[in-house]
């Protein structure tokens, strides 16, 4: 055998072996995740809490309904009673019901459906979708696909068609599904919410071009991106392998996955604006996550090069975990609500976000995938 091919070999093999010794160890990254949850638990120990950030806000808002998005990974691999009964009594005191009813057309509203039909396939008891499948009727058979004109909606609404579409084994709402989410891409604003150029979404029509980043770039916020790329992981594990745009979406995810990889922070984290790092610039632990979870799955998946993705997530994942993470499972860095860099500012490893709930998700979305790559 050539001396330089058996060299190539070797090199090759023993890269494949650094890498796999440097995937985080399963108890390790377990005990990290329920630290992060325990904490969350501990200070809402009750489900059924409203919220109350200048305002009333019933539990099944679109916040909570990402942690619990999160919780219910965790419970898939750690399946415990407590994390059950959390997602059973929340669920069970909306009675299984969008926020604001199933006439809803806001996704922030349905969010909580992903988690409704996730324990429906748990306990096979009708009345938990029952709601659901109501609401995701009305949005099929009227007319508009305009619904999602923030990006952010893609993730929070998305989701609940293909699981739903999944569990019935009805092609209608991956139909209506592609309608809306052709509407968001290529179609609201000016020519849609995403650059296929840039590999990146534009947040909402406000920062379509003429705006521009204070250097001068398309504005592009981290967590709205992470929204998106989250909603496409959550889709795709959904969807059949024949459906006639599952090729589209896995398109966009790699387009997305390298223009991601290429404005990661040399610290691991991404900026909370992706392309301007002078715009309140610094670790941002919420978009992180998010890319965190997407690249895992792709890699575990086998859509992203395992090689050339698996040294960048765990570069992320083993930030977050050692300059986010307090030692009482407090998440830092977390922006809170809002759209864009200057929301929620600042963003430190101390400040606490108006909300606490859905940045404690978007760890647990990273963290459940970063333990299944073992």
């Known amino acids: 055998m050539n001396k330089n091919l058996v060299i190539t070999i070797l090199m090759v093999l023993t890269c494949g072996k650094i890498v796999s010794q440097e995937i985080p160890n399963q108890k390790e990254t377990l005990a990290t995740l329920v630290k992060v949850n325990n904490h969350f638990m501990s200070k809402w120990p009750d489900p059924r809490t409203a919220t109350f950030v200048g305002k009333y806000r019933s539990s099944n808002l679109w916040t909570r309904a990402v942690y619990y998005e999160g919780l219910m990974e ?18 069970e005191f909306h009675k299984w019901c969008p926020r604001d009813g199933a006439a809803t ?23 938990m979708i029952q709601n659901v499948k109501t609401n995701m009727d009305m949005l099929v058979n009227t007319p508009q696909a305009n619904d999602w004109n923030w990006i952010d909606a893609i ?9 739903l579409g999944n569990v ?25 919410m995403y650059n296929e150029k840039d590999g990146l979404w534009w947040r909402d ?32 594990d959904e969807i059949p392998s024949n459906e006639t745009h599952r090729n589209d979406y896995i398109k966009d995810f790699i387009n997305m ?22 715009n309140f ?23 992203l090069d395992r090689n050339e993705y698996l040294p960048i997530l765990l570069k992320a994942w083993n930030a977050v975990v050692k300059d986010a993470v307090h030692s009482n499972g407090f998440l830092g860095y977390v922006q809170g609500t809002g759209k864009e860099p200057k929301d929620s500012q600042p963003v430190t490893y101390n400040t606490v976000p108006n909300f606490d709930d859905f940045g404690v998700g978007c760890f647990l979305l990273a963290g459940t995938e970063i333990y299944k790559l073992n």
């Open 74 to 91: 965790l419970y898939k691999i750690y399946p415990q009673d407590t994390f059950y009964n959390y997602i059973f009594d929340w669920g």
């Open 105 to 127: 057309r806001n996704a922030d509203n349905y969010c909580c459906s992903q988690i409704y039909i996730d324990m429906y396939r748990i306990t096979k008891q009708w009345g």
């Open 155 to 163: 993730q929070m609404g998305m989701p609940v068609f293909a699981k």
């Open 168 to 192: 019935t084994g009805e092609q209608k709402y991956f139909d209506k599904m592609w309608q809306m989410y052709d509407f968001s891409r290529n179609h609201d604003g000016d020519n849609g």
């Open 205 to 236: 029509k406000d920062f379509d071009p003429p705006y521009k980043e204070p250097n001068g770039k398309n504005c592009y916020w981290s967590r709205g991106n992470g929204w998106v790329y989250a909603a496409l992981v959550r889709v795709l």
């Open 257 to 278: 996955s390298k223009a991601l990889k290429s404005c990661q922070r040399k610290d691991g984290f991404w900026n909370v604006s992706l392309h301007d790092e002078t």
């Open 281 to 303: 610039g610094g670790k941002e632990t919420t978009g992180t996550s998010l890319f965190i979870y997407g690249m895992a799955w792709g890699v575990r998946n086998n859509i």
